[in-house]
């Protein structure tokens, strides 16, 4: 399409005059029959990049995002101009789930968005090896990369499934992406350097602010800053759900309406809050980071940092959300640096222990079958791995060479008939008709559900799992049963068995601590930023690949002529009688014995094994909690028997 032609289809589909800068350049790229990677800033128009493209090729455009409120945002959007868009997630229910099925299989669907996890789904990629994809869009790209500050190990299996697939083209977006991430985003998806198009970073109508604070005085400076504000919506993060309680609550006391939000919420009072958010000019949200992704709010006038963000990149897509209509907006850190205490510790209890990765090894490679079916929180349980770790784990060995996924499944499938099964079996002839008797056949019944078991009625019937797979899900559209498959099992086939596997556990686990030592430096990154005697824009911009000409001259910096000091971190102490009495408990606990594992329990950190012992209830549960993480476990090292 030509220049004028875009433009034309811009306007008819999406009543634009203009387009922003890059997103022509990209849907270039695409309608050239090119993969591409877009890095807009936070706001700067990626999904026009796709959902208008998607109009102008034949096919489906799969949109792949980890946000389900982007997704349902975009869908009623697109759904108000006439154009087909449909998603696929864990909100749907039966019917809206065979509404997209049908929609899919008609053809109807020019977009259909989804989560990454629902790769792992069977009859989710059966669907899709069904279709032409002719563009795939991978939404928050930068979760492919180890380097990034959201890794995602599903997002490294998106390039094999557009392979599997078919897919003709993939778009990767993401806001933020320093020049290591982008190029592994670039060589994830097979994107030539000319084809990544990098929009600029900096945002001349925010002011960066940065105001050390004690923990004292945090709650007066906030209501001190939301008092003296012009009118317009303001979002304020912290770290912790129970800290967005809180300061809601203080606020509210103060005379501000002001609403908490966190993932804890139930989905119903989270969509309640973000929708009165979205309809007001001067709402305050006191929310975690699981709020703001896809809210589509033009007129946010400020944003604060109640605690320290946990990296220049999730700073930098929060304060995103601010002055997207080009109006003068504030963005400012209450800048503590003892919070980072906490987020480092949350680094720290996502490593695993030594042990727990060997006993992952010894289950993968300690039986003699090559065809493994796992059950991936069986596998977590059993080895005291969360179960993200888990997922981390069998990626690093799939990518190592070590196994290769198959398709996952469900070990059992559940059903519910709408009908007799004598009128299911009348609609249908021959063959057909028999081989559903002999199906049903197969099925025990409950009080009001069959449960099938699918590898046995396979072999009992001598016909592919998939058939069975199939005949169910075509039962279910056509709404002559409800059909709810569980148990999911994970198939893995070994390639190759270490000869030592107690030095491949050794390499995981040193990746595991890489993985932990980045998330560090996000850390210390972050301190710098808030700390740094230079302009903070410039900082920034350097950062995500961005060289900013002179000082931006509105950041605390510019504007005060140099840096004020942050409060002194008096170092937490350790209570020699609280750790008399949790070295006790050790003692009697085995699920305690690994240095980690009784660290991340004084600290307040769950895992598997804790929890399955009731341990994150007992009163020592993070008793410690105020106190570093590696501060902990240096003493716990220290006392160990033979140190």
């Known amino acids: 399409m030509s220049s ?41 128009g990626k999904s026009l990049c796709y959902q208008l493209t998607a109009l102008e090729l034949p096919g489906l455009t799969l949109v792949v995002s980890p946000l389900i ?11 108000a101009r006439g154009i087909a868009a449909a998603r696929l997630d864990s909100s749907l229910d039966a019917d809206g789930y065979r509404r997209v099925m049908a929609q899919l299989r008609s053809g109807e669907l020019k977009l259909l968005y989804t989560a990454p996890e629902r790769f792992n ?18 939404d928050e790209a930068h979760c492919i990369s180890e380097w990034g500050h959201n890794f995602r190990p599903d997002y490294l299996k998106l390039a094999g499934y557009a392979e599997r697939f078919g897919v003709e083209r993939v778009l990767a977006l993401t806001a933020t992406a320093p020049p290591q991430v982008l190029d592994d985003i670039r060589r994830g998806f097979d994107i030539a350097p000319e084809h990544a198009v990098r929009t600029g970073f900096y945002r001349p109508n925010l002011a960066l602010l940065t105001t050390p604070v004690t923990a004292e005085d945090r709650d007066a400076a906030l209501v001190e800053r939301l008092g003296g504000r012009e009118s317009g919506a303001a979002i304020v993060y912290v770290t912790l759900q129970k800290t967005a309680v809180a300061v809601a609550e203080r606020l509210r006391a103060a005379g501000f309406q002001a609403a908490p939000y966190h993932a ?37 006038r400020s944003v604060y940092h109640y605690n320290l963000p946990k990296s220049l990149e999730n700073y930098a897509q929060e304060i995103g959300r601010a002055g997207r209509d ?27 222990d030594r042990g727990a990765v060997q006993a992952l090894v010894d289950a993968i490679f300690g039986g003699g079958d090559d065809a493994l079916s796992l059950n991936l929180n069986g596998l977590s349980a059993g080895c005291d791995l969360r179960i993200l770790v888990v997922r981390t784990l069998l990626t690093y060995l799939e990518l190592g060479g070590w196994i290769e996924a198959g398709t996952p499944t469900y070990s059992v499938y559940r059903f519910q008939p709408s009908a007799p099964s004598a009128e299911i079996l009348g609609r249908f002839e021959g063959e057909r008709r028999d081989f559903l008797r002999d199906l049903f056949r197969q099925a025990k019944k409950a009080r009001t559900w069959f449960d099938i078991d699918l590898e046995a009625a396979s072999e009992r019937l001598n016909q592919p799992r998939a058939r069975l797979v199939s005949a169910l899900d075509f039962l279910a559209e056509q709404q002559l049963l409800t059909l709810k498959p569980s148990g999911v099992r994970h198939a893995y086939r070994v390639l190759r068995r270490p000869e030592d596997p107690g030095a491949l556990a ?8 890489a993985l932990e030592s980045r998330e560090l430096e996000r850390l210390d990154q972050v301190l710098e930023l808030t700390s740094l005697d230079d ?21 605390s910096w510019c504007l005060d002529g140099g840096a004020e000091p942050l409060p002194e971190v008096i170092p937490a102490e350790i209570d020699d009688a609280l750790w008399a009495r949790a070295g006790a408990l050790r003692n009697r606990e085995a699920a305690l014995a690994p240095p980690r594992a009784f660290t991340r329990f004084l600290v307040g950190l769950t895992s598997p094994k804790l929890t399955r012992a009731k341990l994150s209830r007992h009163e020592l549960f993070g008793c410690l ?19």
Not at 69 to 79: C, E, N, S, Y
């Open 326 to 352: 080009g109006e003068i907006s504030i963005c400012e850190v209450l800048a503590n640096p003892a919070d980072l205490d906490v987020l480092r510790n949350f680094a720290h209890g996502d490593t695993p």
């Open 535 to 555: 302009c903070r824009w410039r900082y920034l911009s350097r950062h995500f690949g961005e060289e900013l000409d002179g000082e931006c001259g509105h950041c």
């Open 4 to 44: 004028i032609d875009l433009q034309a289809a811009l306007a008819e589909h999406f009543a634009f005059e203009h387009f922003k800068p890059g997103q022509e350049e990209v849907i270039g790229h695409l309608l050239h029959g090119h993969s591409a990677a877009a890095v807009f800033p936070t706001g700067g």
């Open 264 to 300: 804890g919420l139930e989905s119903e009072e989270r969509e309640r809050i973000q929708e009165n958010f979205l309809a007001s000019d001067d709402a305050i949200v006191v929310a975690t980071i699981a709020f703001g992704m896809g809210i589509d709010k033009s007129n946010i």
């Open 625 to 643: 909690g105020a106190v570093p993480f590696l501060q902990v476990l240096e003493r716990v090292d220290a006392e160990a028997p033979g140190a």
């Open 506 to 513: 050794s390499e995981l686990y040193d990746r595991a601590l």
């Open 69 to 79: 409120a982007l997704m349902k945002d975009q869908i009623d959007a697109l759904q």
């Open 121 to 138: 789904n069977e009859r989710f990629r059966a669907t899709m090896a069904q279709q032409r994809l002719s563009l795939l869009a991978v």
